[in-house]
Nanobody, 126 residues
Framework: QVQLVESGGGLVQAGGSLRLSCAAS????????MAWFRQAPGKDREFVAA????????QDADSAKGRFTISRDNAKNTVYLQMNNLKPEDTALYYC???????????????????WGQGTQVTVSS
């Protein structure tokens, strides 16, 4: 059973930074793409960033470009999201996700991801 546990969320002022972590268990994550999504109240869950199994390739949503960085440490089965220059519109529940099929590709589509964490809340005050 694959489990994903997010941590690192919190309350921060606009312009501040947070680093989210997602620890995977139940299998080695080194063969699977991983991603971060977020969902604000009343809105659909949206893609934030993804990283390939090796970590060599990443993809960011336009809203994240230049401010957020996704990375992973396969030895620790953990993926990270470094968020800088946070804005009030970044306020959301942030979810970690991974695929069920091993692949060298990465995906920005929610349907490609099978396992999801419970989320960690990020609140940015103005």
């Amino acid at each position: 059973q694959v489990q994903l546990v997010e941590s690192g969320g919190g309350l921060v002022q606009a312009g501040g930074s947070l680093r989210l972590s997602c620890a995977a268990s139940g299998r080695s994550s080194s063969s699977y793409a991983m991603a971060w999504f977020r969902q604000a109240p009343g809105k659909d869950r949206e893609f934030v960033a993804a990283i390939s199994a090796s970590g060599a390739t990443t993809q960011d949503a336009d809203s994240a470009k230049g401010r957020f960085t996704i990375s992973r440490d396969n030895a620790k089965n953990t993926v990270y999201l470094q968020m800088n220059n946070l804005k009030p519109e970044d306020t959301a529940l942030y979810y970690c996700a991974t695929t069920i099929v091993p692949s060298s590709a990465l995906y920005s589509t929610r349907a490609r991801y099978y396992y999801w964490g419970q989320g960690t809340q990020v609140t940015v005050s103005s």
